[in-house]
Structure formats: C-alpha cells, structure tokens
C-alpha cells in the first residue's frame, strides 16, 4: 500500500513538471524565436547552424531551469496552502470515527491561508459541536432510560417474590398484586410518551389543524381528575371564557392540557388549590395552569422541560420525566409559547399561548 502511495505521488509530481514544462517552454521558445529574428532584421546578424544551435540549447536549458523553479514553488505553495489544511481536516475527521467528538480544527492564519479551506473548516467545527451534543444526549438518554425501567421492574421483582409468600391473606395478595399493576402500568406509559416523543421530534407526527371549541376540550380535560381533587379536597378555580374557538390539532392539544393538569394535581397538597384559567386575544389563546403546590427553584425550572428530568424527587414514582418535553415539543410544533412561574413553597403557573387561527 506505501508502495503504490510512492509510486502515486512520483506519478503526480512527473505529471505536475510535465506541465509547468510545457506550460514555459511555448512563451519562451516564441520569444527568443522573435528576438533573433528582430535582431537578425535590425542588427543584420546573420543566422547560421551553429548560432541556432546555441540558442536552442540555451533556450532548452532556459525552459528546464524555469520549470524546475516553479514547480518547486507551487509544490511549497501546495504544502502551505493545501496539504496542512487537509492534513488538519483528516487527521481531525480520523479522530471523530474513533469516537472523539471534542476534536476542533483551529482556522488557517497567515500569508497562504485560504480562506475555502476556513470555511470548511467553520462547517466542521460546526458538525463536530452538533455530533458531540448529539452523542451527550445520546449517553443520557440510554442513562435514563436504563434507570426509569429499573425502578418499576425491581419494585415489580419485590411484590412478585411476596405474592409467592405461603398463606398470604386475600388484602396483602391484593396488595402485591396492584404493586405489579403499577409497575407494569408505569412501564407502559414511559413506553408510551417515549415513542410520542420520538416521532414528534422525528416530525413523524404532523398537526391536523381543525377547528374545535377550546373552552369544551379544557373542561372534559379537567373533569377527568375529578375523583382526584374530590378524594384529596383539592379546590378546583376555573375562569374560562365561553365559545372560544382555536384552529389547532384537538388530539395533541388534548395531549397538553392533560400533562399541565396532571402535574397540577401531583404537586399540590391536599386541600390546596389548582387554576385553569382561558383568555383570549385579537389573534391569541392563552390558557393558565396553576397550582398552590411546592413550587421550584430558578434551577430546577431551567430544566423541566428536558428529557428524563425530575426535579422533584419525592414524586418521582408518580412520573418518569417526559410529560413536559412532550408539552414543550407539542407548543413547538403548533408554533406556540409557554412559559413557566414558580416561588418555592407557593405555587406554579403554567401559561400557554396559542394562535387561534
């Protein structure tokens, strides 16, 4: 393989003399050819064998020394201006296939730098910065998705080495069972939102816009949790205007205003207060979820919307981080606004603003 390398470039440098050759010995030939002939005209010299035979030596000898020269300079303007920038771009592409995406390029200074190569070397920058986060998110989802499935599956062990305890009692065998059912229920949802998730952000999932009363689908979507505000004496605060009507996709929004909700209920205490709110603009829906709960820190609320992420770990079995990526991406995708308000110890608020055409 060196061999065929060295037999390759002799090839090339031949090929690249071979021009340079041809490329000086045409105006060189043609113009001592014009001179003698000037001379010989002005001068009265006479052109004999002997005297054409020096000058077609010394013109040989003219147009090998010029093509030496030149392709001596154009193969170190070469090694300047072409063979470091390709070698810096291959080399650093070698290290991105071994799996180093931290590699950069730095930009080409100086006299021959060209600026091509710069750009080139801007867009690989670029993919490399691209393929390194890409790679990051890559080891945390695997990371997480590993660690959510862990959990229900060990608690889903736990219950199902009980439930093969002798003698257990009708309550505790119903008990068990029903920490299997959650488990395996957890599991399906994560299931779930993860394939949502994917084909919303793989635009695999295309809005079919319709149009469709918001005031109604925000009710049948708050009536769902009735059981749970009646079972925890959670007060319920509706303000919604009548007979407003949003051109969206129904079945994603639907999507929405359940996750925002549920949050709502799982945060708040019992005997607390969740808000759902409906105003409107000239061109606008904005809808309000909020709830008298925990709250958050300016820390955990710059993250909520990431994949897999929990800031409050105390709730943790209740979820599996997705549903408010699924929100964030679903507002993306109709081309929306949310925004999130939180105070540690009072509440949250959600607010979401939608055209309505």
């Given amino acids: 393989m060196k061999h065929e390398k060295r037999i390759h470039k002799c090839l090339k440098a031949i090929s690249r003399y071979t021009v340079f050759f041809l490329v000086v010995a045409f105006p060189i030939t043609c113009c001592l050819i014009l001179f003698i002939r000037i001379m010989s005209d002005n001068m009265g ?6 005297n054409l035979n020096v000058a077609a030596k010394l013109t040989f000898v003219n147009v090998i020394v010029l093509s030496v020269l030149f392709a001596v300079i154009d193969m170190l303007r070469r090694k300047v201006t072409v ?16 799996g180093d995406f931290s590699v950069r390029i730095k930009p080409m200074k100086g006299v021959g730098a060209n600026d091509k ?4 070397i801007h867009c690989f920058n670029q993919m490399a910065t691209e393929l390194s986060g890409v790679e990051t998110l890559r080891t945390d989802f695997v990371a997480n998705v590993s660690h959510e499935m862990k959990t229900p599956l060990a608690v889903m062990q736990n219950f199902g080495t009980l439930l093969q305890t002798p003698g257990l009692s009708d309550e505790k065998r119903m008990e068990y069972a029903k920490g299997v059912t959650d488990g395996a229920r957890r ?3 994560m299931m779930t939102n993860m394939l949502k998730l994917n084909r919303l952000e793989n635009q695999q999932i295309y809005p079919k816009t319709a149009e469709y009363d918001l005031s109604e689908q925000l009710c049948e979507c708050l009536l769902q949790f009735e059981d749970v505000w009646e079972r925890r004496n959670i007060e319920i605060d509706t303000e919604l205007e009548d007979g407003v009507t949003v051109t969206a996709d ?13 949050n709502a209920f799982k945060f708040t205490d019992d005997g607390g207060t969740v808000s759902l709110k409906l105003n409107t603009t000239e061109h606008h829906a904005i809808v309000t979820v909020a709830d008298t709960g925990c709250g958050m820190s300016p ?3 710059a993250h909520i919307f990431d994949k897999f992420y929990q800031g409050d770990t105390s709730h943790a079995t209740e979820g599996n981080g997705l549903g408010l990526a699924l929100v964030k991406r679903v507002i993306d995708i109709m081309q929306g606004e949310i925004r999130v308000e939180s105070v540690p110890g009072v509440g949250t608020t959600f607010t979401v603003k939608i055209r309505r055409e």
């Fill in 45 to 50: 010299l006479l052109l004999n064998t002997e």
């Fill in 299 to 301: 820390e955990v609320g």
């Fill in 250 to 262: 129904q079945e994603l929004l639907t999507l929405v205003w359940n996750n925002l909700l549920s």
């Fill in 117 to 120: 190569f710069n750009e080139i």
């Fill in 83 to 98: 063979d470091r920038p390709v070698r810096r771009i291959t080399e650093a592409a070698e290290q991105m296939t071994q």
């Fill in 187 to 189: 599991m399906a949802n």
